[in-house]
């Protein structure tokens, strides 16, 4: 009998697999048809790219596949009175699916490791051949909307692209790093337009931007100058920049590239990241406020307080020491420094922000991995009672049940990691919140499947809804 209902199993979960994994496939295609079209590139070019791309599908496919499998093989059990068969020898429906849970506890346990290890592994080459493939046609690496890496010293992100060969670009902003610290970004170009030019067979590519202004963190060694935040700033109605495509020409599919996120990286590697980024931000948060302090001014009043005795009585304020001229540059000034204090505030806003937001993304990505074995355990158990108690085999019904299932399921993830990257909800609830849904789910199904019960008692309903009005009548 466990062999028979394993047979079973296994032969279902295989082709529903299978046609799952097609139908993600050409999704993935469709989605990334702009990177692959038009390039002239080799069909095993594209045939690495689905192969380097189709890892990442298993945590959608996987947990989708278990629940589809579930309900149509057990829905089918059922509904050929094979458990009622089994039932009258006394094998309950715990013992039916005993060889069944053995296999997808150990199908758990490799696919915690296949996300641990390949995944990150996939993601990595993926990555980098996207990068390589990006590289065949230089417009291509700029995505509307997004950061885009051009060479190594460019960071462009633009709002719309334009044109037969879309060199027409609209709203642009240009990160560029310095050679001497390459760490950081401390020149940043705003553009209201640019254009893409290059003439064919050239390694050079030209942005032209009109209209904008360019921005400039100036570094010094001098750690006491460096402390005013000092900044340069400039207005432009044409500047042109130069780009050496030299390497982009070269044209190296297989090329290694120096890219890391956290999907590159397995638990090991994911805490390590997450207590550096932890260490970094709140360094980067003590700094801050401590420059802001000392830019205050505060420090300086306490070291020259003025002695309230011996202020003369017509002299109410500091103000009052100057002449009116004097007072209002003194507040001119004074409100000229909140401006630009208010401004900086302003745009550690946006860095920190992008700091908690890759924080939180680092540690979805860690439980992630355990949330994706566990939920293997939970979504058999919610279809393959469900089956029991529908009494339906095939792909009509229970398809349409485990479709409905998982997108309640999926979506709700979604949300949370949504929440969780913006900071309004914590990365570790975010990465369990569908899991820990789905979880008296089961249980319940699993409860009312062992019972014989059904999942709602319509005629018991309406014996009470009879009950309370015959009481009503007595009344």
Known sequence: MDRYILITFLKTFVS??????????????WLYISELAGKDLDVWIVLKFLWYVSPRLIPLVLPLTILVTSLMVFGSFAEKYEFAAMKSTGISLQRAMGSVIGF?????????????????????????????????????????????????????????KSGDRDQYLKDV??????????????????????????EEGSNTLSLILKKGNYYEDIQTSNPAKQTGDPFAKSYFDE?????????LNAK?????????????????????????????????????????????????????????????????????IYNPTQQLQIVKLALNNIKGTLQTIDAKKVEFKAKTKRLNKTEIALHEKYALGVACIILFFVGAPLGAIIR?????LPMVVAILLFLTYHFIG???????????????????????????????????????????????FMQRIGRLFRLKRKK
């Open 392 to 396: 339906k085999g095939g792909m009509g």
């Open 239 to 247: 500047y042109a920049i130069n780009i050496d495509l030299t390497e």
């Open 104 to 160: 997808i506890v150990l199908l758990a346990i490799t696919a915690f490791f296949f996300a641990n290890n390949v995944i990150p592994y996939s993601e990595y080459k993926w990555q980098n051949l996207r990068r390589n493939i990006s590289q065949f046609q230089p417009s291509m690496v700029i995505s509307e909307g997004q950061f885009s890496q051009i060479g190594d010293m460019f960071n462009i992100k633009v709002e719309e």
């Open 16 to 29: 529903v697999f299978i046609i799952l994994m097609f139908i993600f496939v050409l999704q993935t295609i």
């Open 414 to 460: 979604i949300f949370a990691k949504n929440s969780a990257e913006d900071g309004t909800m914590a990365p570790f609830i975010a990465s369990w919140l569908s899991t820990g849904i789905m979880l008296p789910l089961s249980i319940w199904l699993t409860y009312r499947a062992t019972t014989d019960q059904g999942i709602f008692d319509f005629d018991n």
């Open 252 to 320: 190296d599919i297989d090329k290694e590239n120096d890219l890391n996120n956290q999907n590159m990286y397995n638990i090991s590697e994911l805490r390590i990241e997450i207590d550096s980024l932890s260490d970094t931000y709140s360094k980067d948060i003590h700094a801050y406020t401590k420059n802001m302090y000392y830019r205050s001014g505060l420090e300086k009043l306490k070291e020259n307080k003025i002695d309230e005795s011996a202020k003369p009585p017509e002299i109410n304020t500091i103000l009052d």
């Open 173 to 198: 902003v240009i990160h560029k790093k310095n050679e001497a610290r390459p760490n950081g970004n401390f020149t940043v170009i705003i553009a209201d337009n640019g254009e893409l030019a290059s």
